[in-house]
């Protein structure tokens, strides 16, 4: 089944239906509720009819690089391309926005370093001990949470274009 992804709205009751799904990407929902009423935001969601199952909420920024500040994907539907659909209804309005994307995850998101960099995404940094205000700390994967990796598309560089599957 094919799942439309479509920019939704940002306001009342069209964002709130998000802060489920994004709960994944963020644990405090008044920060995901502040990212969606921020209008730098916009979000993006990925509908089955009118439920949301994916979603994801970036900040654009004509001047400097925008961000995709969160992205999730409803547990049952994980592993069915919905990510990979949204992030690239994403990077299909990237160019009205300036040319770079960044996204960071945990050093341990194991399985979200890789996502991202199938999307086309390359490292860009580290900020290392960015997630030290979470006590006690989080582990992933046997890895303590502790940094956050930086990867950035870039339209300008066509390397960053994912491969396609054959």
Same mark, same amino acid.
């Given at each position: +089944?094919?799942?439309?992804?479509?920019?939704?709205?940002?306001?009342?009751?069209?964002?709130?239906?998000?802060?489920?799904?994004?709960?994944?990407?963020?644990?405090?929902?008044?920060?995901?509720?502040? !990212?969606?009423?921020?209008?730098?935001?916009?979000?993006?969601?990925?509908?089955?009819?009118?439920?949301?199952?994916?979603?994801?909420?970036?900040?654009?920024?004509?001047?400097?690089?925008?961000?995709?500040?969160?992205?999730?994907?409803?547990?049952?539907?994980?592993?069915?391309?919905?990510?990979?659909?949204?992030? !690239?209804?994403?990077?299909?309005?990237?160019?009205?926005?300036?040319?770079?994307?960044?996204?960071?995850? !945990?050093?341990?998101?194991?399985?979200?370093?890789? @996502?991202?960099?199938?999307?086309? @995404?390359? +490292?860009?940094?580290?900020?290392?001990?960015?997630?030290?205000?979470?006590?006690?700390?989080?582990?992933?994967?046997?890895?303590?949470?502790?940094? +956050?990796?930086? @990867?950035?598309?870039?339209?300008?560089?066509?390397?960053?274009?994912?491969?396609?599957?054959?």
């Amino acid at each position: +089944m094919t799942i439309p992804v479509r920019c939704i709205a940002v306001a009342g009751v069209a964002a709130e239906r998000l802060v489920p799904i994004l709960h994944d990407a963020e644990e405090d929902d008044e920060r995901i509720r502040s !990212a969606l009423r921020d209008p730098s935001c916009q979000a993006y969601a990925a509908l089955d009819g009118d439920e949301p199952v994916g979603a994801a909420v970036v900040r654009w920024d004509d001047r400097e690089p925008s961000e995709i500040l969160y992205i999730a994907v409803a547990a049952g539907r994980r592993g069915t391309g919905l990510g990979r659909r949204i992030i !690239a209804a994403i990077l299909e309005e990237l160019p009205g926005h300036g040319r770079e994307l960044l996204v960071g995850t !945990a050093n341990c998101a194991l399985d979200n370093i890789a @996502f991202y960099q199938k999307c086309g @995404f390359r +490292m860009h940094s580290v900020k290392r001990d960015f997630f030290d205000y979470i006590q006690p700390p989080l582990r992933e994967h046997g890895i303590i949470m502790r940094d +956050m990796i930086v @990867f950035g598309y870039d339209t300008g560089d066509a390397s960053e274009q994912p491969v396609k599957r054959v």
